[in-house]
């Protein structure tokens, strides 16, 4: 599989840096400027950007909105037990927007990021 890239924008790349390595075994493959970051995790390379700097991530759209963290899309990180990797997240002191949910594909639920953005832990159906 190709290598995919996501972009998140953070209020604090540092923050996320700490979160994305210490919490879900991301590993830093660059953090150039104060601003940006780049981390990876098998093939998912994660952009890390403040809502502020020189780079293009963090510039108002024509129409005066500005880049923020948030929102509902989100990456997806699939999980051999889901209470298990709930359990060791909440102890880091991690923050959840629901409980875990069961559906016909598996069993998920939303952690939020320092900065709010979701990541999705899920687990798939046990053969």
């Known amino acids: 599989m190709a290598t995919v890239n996501?972009?998140?924008?953070?209020?604090d790349v540092d923050a996320a840096i700490a979160f994305y390595t210490k919490a879900l075994g991301?590993?830093?493959v660059m953090h150039p400027a104060p601003s940006f970051?780049?981390?990876d995790k098998g093939d998912l390379r994660l952009l890390i950007n403040a809502t502020t700097g020189p780079g293009g991530a963090s510039q108002p759209?024509?129409?005066g909105r500005k880049p923020a963290p948030?929102?509902?899309?989100?990456?997806?990180?699939?999980?051999?037990?889901?209470?298990?990797?709930?359990?060791?997240?909440?102890?880091?002191g991690a923050r959840f927007r629901n409980?875990?949910?069961a559906g016909i594909g598996g069993r998920q639920i939303l952690l939020d990021d320092p900065a709010g953005n979701p990541i999705e832990l899920f687990e798939p159906p046990r053969k």
């Open 6 to 11: 996501v972009r998140y924008i953070v209020d």
């Open 99 to 101: 409980d875990t949910v």
């Open 70 to 92: 948030g929102g509902w899309n989100r990456i997806q990180i699939e999980v051999a037990d889901i209470e298990d990797e709930v359990a060791r997240l909440k102890a880091l």
């Open 37 to 39: 970051a780049m981390l």
């Open 26 to 28: 991301f590993s830093v």
């Open 61 to 63: 759209m024509p129409d």
